[in-house]
Structures are given as C-alpha cells and as structure tokens.
C-alpha cells in the first residue's frame, strides 16, 4: 500500500534552517510528481512546493520562494524539503503528498502522518 513518511522536523531558532524528508513506498515513486503542504494551528492547509517526475521543474508559494528548496532522489524514493532562514511564520506541520490515479482514472490523494516544524526563539 502507499506510504509516505515525513522526517526532519523539530525546533529551531528564526534565522536557522532544516531539511525535511518525506519516504515513499508502494508505488512507483519516479513516475508521480510530489507536494509539500504545510498546515499551522488554526489555518487552512496550503501549498509550500512542488516537484515534477523528474525534478526538472519545480514551484513554490510566493511566502517560501528563496528560502525553500524541493528535490527528490528518484533511486531512494525520496522527496525533500530544504527549508533556510526559517520565519516564525513557518511554523507548522509539514505533510507531503501524491496524487496517484485509481482505475476510473480519478486521482487519490495520498499523505504522510506530518512533521512538526517550530521556529521559535
């Protein structure tokens, strides 16, 4: 079955940076583009990044552009989140996710359990 695990968050001063992980299994990961999501206490869920099949094109939202970076490692079945000169703002749990088509060809959307991300002085 399709799994995805996030890795890599925790505690961190404004100004630091982190790099999230986000492991796949269960499907074929090099053939689906990924997304990072981020939901912070009391918000909507929204759009950090993401990354097409083969990392040859990447988009950002416009609160992260310049300090995150997706990428994915397409032998090791994994997707990443470089996040650099973290905000407060930032604060919130990091979910990635994938769309992966069903049998009547209508996408489901699969995602990890979250990693917590605290940018906090």
């Known amino acids: 079955q399709v799994q995805l695990v996030e890795t890599g968050g925790g505690l961190v001063q404004p100004g630091g940076s982190l790099r999230l992980s986000c492991a796949a299994s269960g499907f074929t990961f090099s053939n689906y583009p990924m997304t990072w999501y981020r939901q912070a206490p009391g918000k909507e869920r929204e759009l950090v990044a993401g990354?097409?099949?083969?990392?040859?094109?990447?988009n950002y939202a416009d609160s992260v552009k310049g300090r995150f970076t997706i990428s994915r490692d397409n032998a090791k079945n994994l997707a990443y989140l470089q996040m650099n000169s973290l905000k407060p703002e930032d604060t919130a749990v990091y979910y990635c996710?994938?769309?992966?088509?069903?049998?009547?060809?209508?996408?489901?959307?699969?995602w990890g359990q979250g990693t917590q991300v605290t940018v906090s002085s």
């Open positions: 996710k994938v769309e992966i088509p069903q049998w009547n060809g209508i996408p489901l959307a699969y």
């Open positions: 990354i097409t099949t083969t990392g040859g094109s990447t």
